[in-house]
C-alpha cells in the first residue's frame, strides 16, 4: 500500500500570490499525478509528475501556471501560480501504489480558497 | 478521448430503497474501474474497484457494482440506504496500456440524498 501526506490541508490565499503544495509518499513510487476538485465538480486531472524530467500537462493546464517538481519517487510539489478566485479548489496527488495490482492511492487533499 | 458519464446529476431516496447510480464509460481496450465516495466536507474515499475475474464486485458499506462489458458499464448498488450514504459519488476509469495507466478520467459525480 502507500499512504500519501499531502501539506497545506487547507489554506486561505491572497489573489496574486502562489502556494506549492507538498505531496511525500511513504514507499517508492513510479507514477504519481495531480488532480484538482473545484467546488461543486468533479475530478480534473491536471498533469502527471514524472521523475526527473518535466510533468506532462493535460490540455487546459500549463507549467506556467502549475509548475510541478518531482526529484524522487517519493516527493512531488505542485505551485499553483498567480492564483485568482478560480484557483478555488481541493488539489490532489494521486499515486499508482508499488508493486503489482495497479492500485490507485489518493492524499487526502489540499483545499485552497483565494480571496 | 476517453470520457465516463454518470446518468443522474442528483439522486434523493427515502432510507431503506434500494440505489443504483449508473457509469458508462467509452475506452475500447481494457480498463480498471472505480467508484469513489466523498462524504460531505471530506476527501474522496475508495468504495469499490475493479480490475479483473469477477464481474460483479463487492466493495465497503454494503456496495457493489457490476462490470458489463459489452455495455462499457460499472453501475453502483445497494440494496438498502441508509442516511449516513448521503454523499457524492464518482465513477472513474483507468485506461490501461500505452501511457495511460495510472490516470483517472472521472465522471461528473452523482449527489445522493437519503432522506431520515
Known amino acids: 500500500s502507500a499512504v500519501i501526506s499531502q501539506k497545506p490541508s487547507r489554506d486561505i490565499c491572497q489573489r496574486g500570490t502562489s502556494l506549492t503544495i507538498q505531496c511525500q509518499v511513504d514507499s517508492q513510487v513510479t507514477m504519481m499525478f495531480w488532480y484538482r476538485q473545484q467546488p461543486g465538480q468533479s475530478l480534473t486531472l491536471i498533469a502527471t509528475a514524472n521523475q526527473g524530467s518535466e510533468a506532462t500537462y493535460e490540455s487546459g493546464f500549463v507549467i506556467d501556471k502549475f509548475p510541478i517538481s518531482r526529484p524522487n519517487l517519493t516527493f512531488s510539489t505542485l505551485t499553483v501560480s498567480n492564483m485568482s478566485p478560480e484557483d478555488s479548489s481541493i488539489y490532489l496527488c494521486?499515486?499508482?501504489?508499488?508493486?503489482?495490482?495497479?492500485?490507485?492511492?489518493f492524499g487526502e487533499g489540499s483545499w485552497l480558497t483565494v480571496v | 478521448a476517453q470520457s465516463v458519464s454518470q446518468h443522474n446529476h442528483h439522486v434523493i431516496l427515502s432510507e431503506a430503497a434500494s440505489l443504483e447510480l449508473g457509469c458508462n464509460y467509452s475506452y475500447g481496450g481494457t480498463v480498471n474501474l472505480f467508484w469513489y465516495v466523498q462524504y460531505p466536507g471530506q476527501h474522496l474515499q475508495l468504495l469499490l474497484k475493479?480490475?479483473?475475474?469477477?464481474?460483479l464486485v463487492k466493495g465497503i458499506k454494503g456496495f457493489e457494482a457490476e462490470f458489463i462489458k459489452s455495455k462499457f458499464s460499472f453501475n453502483l448498488r445497494k440494496p438498502s440506504v441508509q442516511w449516513s450514504d448521503t454523499a457524492e459519488y464518482f465513477c472513474?476509469?483507468?485506461?490501461?496500456?500505452?501511457?495511460?495507466?495510472?490516470?483517472?478520467?472521472f465522471g461528473q459525480g452523482t449527489e445522493l440524498s437519503v432522506k431520515p
Open positions: 475493479y480490475f479483473s475475474g469477477d464481474p
Open positions: 494521486s499515486v499508482v501504489g508499488p508493486g503489482s495490482g495497479n492500485t490507485i492511492y
Open positions: 472513474a476509469v483507468n485506461a490501461l496500456g500505452g501511457n495511460q495507466g495510472g490516470k483517472l478520467i
